[in-house]
Protein backbone atom coordinates (compact mmCIF):
# COMPACT_ATOMS: atom_id res chain seq x y z
CA UNK A 1 0.00 0.00 0.00
CA UNK A 2 3.01 2.40 0.68
CA UNK A 3 4.65 1.64 -2.16
CA UNK A 4 1.66 2.70 -4.49
CA UNK A 5 1.27 5.83 -2.82
CA UNK A 6 5.14 6.28 -3.15
CA UNK A 7 4.62 5.38 -6.48
CA UNK A 8 1.60 7.76 -7.17
CA UNK A 9 3.06 10.58 -4.87
CA UNK A 10 6.41 10.32 -7.02
CA UNK A 11 4.78 10.63 -10.24
CA UNK A 12 3.06 13.66 -9.38
CA UNK A 13 5.85 15.53 -8.58
CA UNK A 14 7.39 14.60 -11.97
CA UNK A 15 4.15 15.87 -13.53
CA UNK A 16 3.87 18.80 -11.19
CA UNK A 17 7.66 19.34 -11.81
CA UNK A 18 7.56 19.13 -15.94
CA UNK A 19 4.34 21.17 -15.60
CA UNK A 20 6.37 23.95 -13.83
CA UNK A 21 9.41 23.79 -15.62
CA UNK A 22 7.29 24.14 -19.05
CA UNK A 23 5.66 27.21 -17.84
CA UNK A 24 8.46 28.93 -16.34
CA UNK A 25 10.38 28.32 -19.53
CA UNK A 26 7.47 29.56 -21.88
CA UNK A 27 7.33 32.86 -19.61
CA UNK A 28 10.91 33.20 -20.18
CA UNK A 29 10.70 32.50 -24.13
CA UNK A 30 7.81 35.17 -24.24
CA UNK A 31 9.47 37.85 -21.71
CA UNK A 32 11.80 38.37 -23.95
CA UNK A 33 9.67 39.20 -26.38
CA UNK A 34 6.63 40.83 -24.53
CA UNK A 35 7.00 44.84 -25.31
CA UNK A 36 6.35 43.17 -29.23
CA UNK A 37 3.59 41.00 -28.49
CA UNK A 38 1.46 43.16 -26.88
CA UNK A 39 1.99 45.62 -29.48
CA UNK A 40 0.95 43.29 -31.75
CA UNK A 41 -2.08 42.16 -30.08
CA UNK A 42 -2.78 46.08 -29.55
CA UNK A 43 -2.31 46.17 -33.68
CA UNK A 44 -4.49 43.25 -34.19
CA UNK A 45 -7.06 44.10 -31.92
CA UNK A 46 -7.27 48.01 -33.49
CA UNK A 47 -7.35 46.24 -36.62
CA UNK A 48 -10.82 44.41 -35.84
CA UNK A 49 -12.00 47.38 -34.11
CA UNK A 50 -11.89 50.01 -36.65
CA UNK A 51 -12.01 47.55 -39.87
CA UNK A 52 -9.54 47.52 -42.72
CA UNK A 53 -9.76 50.46 -43.85
CA UNK A 54 -9.06 51.93 -40.64
CA UNK A 55 -6.45 49.72 -39.91
CA UNK A 56 -4.87 50.84 -43.31
CA UNK A 57 -5.21 54.65 -42.21
CA UNK A 58 -3.75 54.27 -38.92
CA UNK A 59 -0.49 52.67 -40.90
CA UNK A 60 -0.54 55.14 -43.20
CA UNK A 61 -0.79 57.98 -40.15
CA UNK A 62 2.27 56.17 -38.21
CA UNK A 63 4.20 57.34 -41.69
CA UNK A 64 2.48 60.96 -41.90
CA UNK A 65 2.95 61.34 -38.01
CA UNK A 66 6.58 60.84 -38.42
CA UNK A 67 6.99 62.99 -40.93
CA UNK A 68 5.00 65.68 -39.28
CA UNK A 69 7.35 64.84 -36.04
CA UNK A 70 10.49 65.05 -37.70
CA UNK A 71 9.82 68.46 -38.94
CA UNK A 72 7.93 69.63 -35.61
CA UNK A 73 10.00 73.06 -34.70
CA UNK A 74 9.17 73.17 -30.87
CA UNK A 75 10.72 69.51 -29.82
CA UNK A 76 13.34 71.65 -28.07
CA UNK A 77 10.94 72.96 -25.81
CA UNK A 78 9.79 69.49 -24.50
CA UNK A 79 10.92 68.44 -21.17
CA UNK A 80 13.92 66.15 -21.40
CA UNK A 81 14.44 65.27 -17.30
CA UNK A 82 13.30 62.79 -16.30
CA UNK A 83 13.54 60.25 -18.47
CA UNK A 84 9.57 59.10 -18.28
CA UNK A 85 8.65 62.99 -18.93
CA UNK A 86 10.67 62.71 -21.99
CA UNK A 87 9.74 59.86 -23.46
CA UNK A 88 5.48 60.64 -22.63
CA UNK A 89 5.76 63.98 -24.29
CA UNK A 90 7.59 63.07 -27.32
CA UNK A 91 5.05 60.05 -28.00
CA UNK A 92 2.35 61.81 -27.34
CA UNK A 93 3.52 64.50 -29.86
CA UNK A 94 3.61 62.01 -32.03
CA UNK A 95 0.26 59.91 -31.50
CA UNK A 96 -1.30 63.39 -31.78
CA UNK A 97 0.19 63.79 -35.43
CA UNK A 98 -0.54 59.97 -36.28
CA UNK A 99 -4.20 60.80 -34.86
CA UNK A 100 -4.39 63.66 -37.01
CA UNK A 101 -3.42 61.59 -39.96
CA UNK A 102 -5.59 59.02 -39.47
CA UNK A 103 -8.83 61.60 -38.82
CA UNK A 104 -7.96 62.81 -42.28
CA UNK A 105 -7.29 59.66 -44.27
CA UNK A 106 -10.08 58.18 -42.83
CA UNK A 107 -12.49 60.78 -44.85
CA UNK A 108 -10.50 59.42 -47.70
CA UNK A 109 -10.31 55.81 -48.02
CA UNK A 110 -12.99 53.83 -48.74
CA UNK A 111 -14.04 50.64 -47.12
CA UNK A 112 -15.35 49.08 -49.82
CA UNK A 113 -11.77 48.68 -51.73
CA UNK A 114 -10.00 47.25 -48.69
CA UNK A 115 -9.64 43.94 -48.37
CA UNK A 116 -7.35 42.32 -45.80
CA UNK A 117 -7.36 38.63 -44.66
CA UNK A 118 -6.88 38.02 -40.69
CA UNK A 119 -3.60 36.38 -41.79
CA UNK A 120 -2.73 39.96 -43.48
CA UNK A 121 -3.76 41.82 -40.43
CA UNK A 122 -1.86 39.62 -38.41
CA UNK A 123 1.03 39.95 -40.58
CA UNK A 124 0.44 43.84 -40.84
CA UNK A 125 -0.01 44.53 -36.74
CA UNK A 126 3.48 42.50 -36.18
CA UNK A 127 5.39 44.80 -38.82
CA UNK A 128 3.60 47.64 -37.64
CA UNK A 129 4.57 47.24 -33.90
CA UNK A 130 7.85 46.46 -35.49
CA UNK A 131 8.04 50.08 -36.75
CA UNK A 132 6.85 51.67 -33.51
CA UNK A 133 9.46 49.61 -31.34
CA UNK A 134 12.46 50.91 -33.84
CA UNK A 135 11.34 54.01 -33.93
CA UNK A 136 11.03 54.37 -30.19
CA UNK A 137 14.35 53.12 -29.83
CA UNK A 138 15.86 55.21 -32.21
CA UNK A 139 13.97 58.66 -31.85
CA UNK A 140 12.16 58.28 -28.29
CA UNK A 141 14.87 56.68 -26.35
CA UNK A 142 12.55 54.09 -24.53
CA UNK A 143 16.17 52.69 -23.32
CA UNK A 144 16.19 55.32 -20.71
CA UNK A 145 12.81 54.12 -19.12
CA UNK A 146 12.63 50.45 -19.95
CA UNK A 147 15.05 47.70 -20.31
CA UNK A 148 14.69 45.72 -23.40
CA UNK A 149 15.91 42.15 -23.72
CA UNK A 150 19.07 41.50 -25.23
CA UNK A 151 16.84 40.00 -27.98
CA UNK A 152 15.06 43.13 -28.77
CA UNK A 153 17.39 45.45 -28.49
CA UNK A 154 19.21 43.38 -31.07
CA UNK A 155 16.57 43.72 -33.53
CA UNK A 156 15.65 47.43 -33.16
CA UNK A 157 18.48 49.15 -32.03
CA UNK A 158 20.87 49.09 -34.58
CA UNK A 159 20.87 52.22 -36.98
CA UNK A 160 21.25 49.97 -39.92
CA UNK A 161 18.24 48.54 -39.23
CA UNK A 162 15.93 51.22 -38.91
CA UNK A 163 15.51 52.07 -42.47
CA UNK A 164 14.16 48.41 -42.80
CA UNK A 165 11.73 48.13 -40.29
CA UNK A 166 10.41 51.99 -41.45
CA UNK A 167 9.62 50.55 -45.15
CA UNK A 168 8.22 47.27 -43.93
CA UNK A 169 4.49 48.22 -42.67
CA UNK A 170 4.11 50.52 -45.99
CA UNK A 171 5.99 47.50 -48.32
CA UNK A 172 3.77 44.68 -47.01
CA UNK A 173 0.79 46.85 -47.21
CA UNK A 174 1.33 47.81 -51.01
CA UNK A 175 1.69 43.48 -50.60
CA UNK A 176 -1.47 42.78 -49.76
CA UNK A 177 -4.28 45.26 -50.46
CA UNK A 178 -5.60 44.48 -54.06
Do not use: E
Not at 109 to 116: A, C, G, I, Q
Request: charged share 5%.
Amino acid sequence: MISRMSAATTGLVGITNLATHTAFSLWAAASTVLALIVLIASFFALARLIGNAGFVCVIVGLYGGYALYALFPYLSYLPRAPAGADVATHALVYAAFVFAFYLILRRVVVPDFVHLSPFAVLVLSFFSASFLLAFGFHLFAVTRVHHFSSQIVSLFAPGQYFFWWFVAPGAVLFFFLK
